[in-house]
């Protein structure tokens, strides 16, 4: 093995990444979201979409969807390592349940005449998209689905006069009649 | 409408922080006044129950705080300022962090009205100390004050022990509220450790260690935080198997070095017996350790045919370097307890002793042996004088980071738990002195010696003012080789002896420096009278500064080269030039 002086043991781990969904369930309090975010920035995570709410006010409870990617590795200290926070209640990795609907909102904003706005307005309802904003030379869509259904119509409008694009990041839940 | 000067309950926040460790039983604690701070320190001169230990720097504060928590058991306490009090605790904070020593910070802070407004001495110290301490809080109101100071205890010292902070804004302090002793209701519900390892997994587990031909144990810092109870199920459980046993920098003391079982400590630094028994183990038994890279080597080949069970409280810890085949998730104690009865019950001694031969030759490398000399003191010689001139005392020894260090494990036998505090994870020079304060604090009667090097011991040499202030005559046993003897190795080793900025070119004179300080200076240079010097260290009733001067150029052997296995390391007798360039081969040119 060939590698530079060190007083650390350089290796190149090989395992492919693969793409989680985290559903975590934390107390409502001031600092919570920094935690989550300061374990992901100080050891390296990923973070491909932050959804974070609160959605149970009684309980003082919010809702933080992650999609994170890594080896298998690195997938379960990431889920052990949330575990252990004080304030995080319970941590369920929705790709593992294999039964978990995911869903993003996207709002995307195209500007043209002529041609490309007709074409765009097709493309729109073929996605069932709505206008929830025109003017006579823009739209505003919402669009909502799962993140490849996003990026799709997003990719399409490029040549049809996109202009912005503001996505909530992934909201996700599991099929059946049990909660988290 | 209640008559609030007749209830007992009513007080200030400043009073609260000293009654919530009256009652969570602290009788020391360490730290250093500041402006934010000031109403709590009012409290603490109006009482005295609790003894406040007056530091030179925060960061003395903090250490002296470990060291008391890893000598006693019970968590350490410290109160510092805003701004910088706080900024400076950082360093023990994440020392305490990454060798899971259980200590409990309180902060003052500035005015809740003035946060965020950079007013004097402020800093944001929940978001500074966030990635440092298991957990921490800021209380703005009054009301929250109680359940935070209790929640910060439990915190601190149940399931992994680690450092908390809780900050408080000096309006807090002032303000009047209801104090509440601790409860149940104190702790977030999402907070709830596991004790008790898994039935199933233990006896898998059991299975596994009766039918192993090549069996070893492998322990670390989680036995001793386990409680004194746990190191006697180690020693239990090691004589009921007849396996061998190692353990990390962090566990020795949990099975006594004098144990007939022990082959001493491994990893990077460790004996060639036991890293070699760890590669060719064909069961490992890893008990409140965490496969750290100081003591894995090369992961791809640690351990290559060894089915490995994994007993640690902090699920985290579980396949985070090192992928294992039966996790048990509990307190290292719970679950031997738990694994010695199902053992007892259903297994017998496995026959281990084709296995033993094995070691035996490998012992028979004498990979510790280093060339004695009458001339110059040996800094290995040193510590070896040092034990046998201490053994049988009521001694605890603290260290600095650095060859010191490893020379210490190496050749300091230690018989009982909690009697060896070191900076593990971190490796913070500067630790051993304030440590030793901690400990001395706590056992007033022992003999705490700080085993140093010359380049650590400038770092916190101040709180030998400390020391001399509350009477603690701790022993700062420095090998002074004018170096900073682990920077020049890895500089030989690995960096063509290009020796950049590791000699220290204006030492202090250590005697002098003792004296300056009211405390007692010996200096030793020849072998021969090293024994007596040692005796003089251990009557003096003072603090004393010993500068032991040593080979300035030996260098710790055995040693696990980067980016090689545990059966790769490098021997003292082997160690000349070609050997060690073909070792490091792939580093760059050596001398």
Redesign the interface.
Known sequence: ???????????ERHDPNETHTLSVL??NE??VL??VI?LFS?RGYNIESLTVSETEHQKHLSRITIVTTGTP?VI??IK??L???????RVVDMTLTGRSIERELAMVKVAGRGEPRVESLRLAEAFRARVIDATTESFVFEITGNTAKIDQFVELMKPLGLVEVSRTGVAAIVRGAEGM | MKDTVHDPNQMTGAAMVVRALKDHGVKHLFGYPGGAVLPIYDEIFQQSDVQHVLVRHEQGAGHAAEGYARSTGLPGVVLVTSGPGATNMVTPLTDALMDSIPLVCITGQVPTHLIGNDAFQECDTVGITRPCTKHNWLVRRIEDLPRVLHEAFYVATTGRPGPVVVDIPKDVQFAMGTYHPPRKSDVHVSYAPRVKGDAMQIRKAVSLLAGAKRPIIYTGGGVINAGREASKLLRELVQVTGFPITSTLMGLGAYPASGPNWLGMLGMHGTYESNMAMHDCDVMLCIGARFDDRITGRTDAFSPNSKKIHVDIDPSSINKNIRVDIPIIGDAGNVMADLLQVFKAEAKKPDVKAWWQQIAQWRARNSLAYKPSNDVILPQYAIQRLFELTRGRDTYITTEVGQHQMWAAQFYGFEEPHRWMTSGGLGTMGYGLPAAVGVQMAHRDSLVIDIAGDASVMMTVQEMSTAIQHDLPIKIFILNNQYMGMVRQWQQLLHGNRLSHSYTEALPDFVKLADAFGAHGIQATKPGDLDDAIMEMIKVKKPVLFDCRVAALENCFPMIPSGKAHNEMLLPAEANDEATAKAFAGGKALV
């Open positions: 093995m060939n590698q530079p002086a060190s007083a650390y043991f350089l290796e934390v107390a001031p600092g920094a935690r300061g100080g590795m379960e200290q052990h390592q575990e252990r926070m004080i304030p995080i209640h």
